[in-house]
């Protein structure tokens, strides 16, 4: 069973409001990834850490969206002006070595 | 375009029989194959997964078939059961390195019938 724990598990905002939520990745996983999943189950990649550092994130990410996985603190995500098209399930998804990725339940994002 | 794709959005089979559930991809560069499960409210839990090296993975009921030439995949689920029932993603990732992001299919419902 994953040990990846993500907070809240839901969240309400209304259009333009800030929406956070945080991730605590499995012990000892150095690789965070984190990922939208909309009500198609479509996953769309976000950004993807190892350690502090970004490796990769998507286009979308650099405007509204920003995250941080700082040392000793839970890695979080952050849409600063939340619009109705972002209400979708966040994921995060943690990894020894970034082949098996274990995934936290979740936060349900719904934006009024 | 699509890289992953599932070819079922649905499937239904009764309690006792496999369940197959079919994955194709278009990068040959993919080189490792997860599969994902996926229950009402919770995150995706990694089922079992695949190498392009091999072509047979089997982890008691969970069976994955590979056929690199035919970019293509399939979980078989032995003896399905009620609880198996859920949605199950497919996954691809490339070679270029283990924290290269993976690319998902959109996912098969299954629903097993007791």
């Known amino acids: 069973n994953s040990k990846v724990i993500q907070t809240p598990r839901y969240l309400v905002k209304g259009q333009g409001q800030k929406a956070k939520m945080r991730c605590i990745p499995e012990?000892?996983?150095?690789?965070v990834f984190w990922y939208q999943q909309n009500k198609n189950n479509e996953f769309k990649f976000l950004i993807n850490?190892?350690?502090?550092?970004?490796?990769?994130q998507i286009d979308m990410t650099e405007k509204r969206f920003s995250a941080e996985c700082p040392s000793n603190s839970p890695c979080s995500l952050e849409i600063q002006s939340s619009e109705a098209g972002d209400s979708a399930l966040y994921l995060c998804a943690s990894s020894l070595f970034g082949d098996e990725q274990y995934f936290g339940p979740g936060t349900r994002l719904t934006v009024l | 375009q699509q890289q992953v794709r599932q070819s079922s959005q649905s499937l239904t089979v009764w309690e006792g029989e496999t369940a197959i559930l079919n994955c194709s991809y278009e990068?040959?560069?993919?080189?490792?194959f997860p599969w994902y499960q996926q229950f009402p409210g919770e995150g995706p839990a990694l089922l079992i997964a695949?190498?392009?090296?091999?072509d047979k993975k089997e982890d008691g009921r969970f069976t994955i078939f590979f056929n690199k030439r035919e970019k293509n995949l399939s979980l078989h689920i032995k003896d399905s059961q009620p609880g198996d029932s859920a949605t199950y993603f497919c996954?691809?990732?490339?070679?270029?390195?283990?924290?290269?992001?993976?690319?998902f299919g959109k996912g098969t419902s299954l629903v097993v019938h007791p």
């Open positions: 996954a691809a990732r490339g070679a270029s390195g283990g924290n290269y992001k993976p690319t």
């Open positions: 695949i190498r392009s090296v091999s």
């Open positions: 012990k000892g996983h150095p690789v």
């Open positions: 990068n040959s560069a993919f080189d490792y």
């Open positions: 850490f190892q350690n502090q550092e970004v490796l990769q």
